[in-house]
């Protein structure tokens, strides 16, 4: 599985993003798909995920401003950022593993994307 994340950026505070996780292979529908972020200085951090079963699970940081959503038919995964805060900024990965695990934790995760900078300016 190759994941190609894209759609990071220069924002103002309260402005919105829409990123993109693109994946490879046949057996997108049964893989999980989750989003972490990672600022300078800090560790890696869990934002939000979709399940196979199409669930959806947020960090309590982005809940209400964030929404996850997939295309299975496109092999996509979209994270919508709204309502942006300088604390937001941060390099954004997607990372994917088949079934269902402890979709919190970065470790537990085989794939992963190159990552997208998002930039939020006060």
């Known amino acids: 599985v190759q994941l190609q994340a894209c759609g990071g950026g220069l924002v103002q505070t309260g402005g919105s993003l829409r990123l993109s996780c693109a994946a490879s292979?046949?057996?997108?529908?049964?893989?999980?798909i989750g989003w972490f972020r990672q600022a300078p200085g800090k560790d890696r951090e869990f934002v939000a995920v979709?399940?196979?079963?199409?669930?959806?699970f947020y960090a309590d940081s982005v809940k209400g401003r964030f929404t996850i959503s997939r295309d299975n038919a496109k092999n996509t995964v979209y994270l919508q950022m709204n309502s942006l805060k300088p604390e937001d900024a941060a390099i954004y990965y997607c990372?994917?593993?088949?079934?269902?695990?402890?979709?919190?934790?970065?470790?537990?995760?085989?794939?992963w994307g190159q990552g997208t900078l998002v930039t939020v300016s006060s």
């Open positions: 990372a994917s593993r088949s079934g269902s695990f402890d979709y919190y934790s970065s470790w537990n995760y085989d794939h």
């Open positions: 979709v399940t196979w079963a199409d669930s959806r």
């Open positions: 292979g046949r057996t997108f529908s049964t893989t999980s």
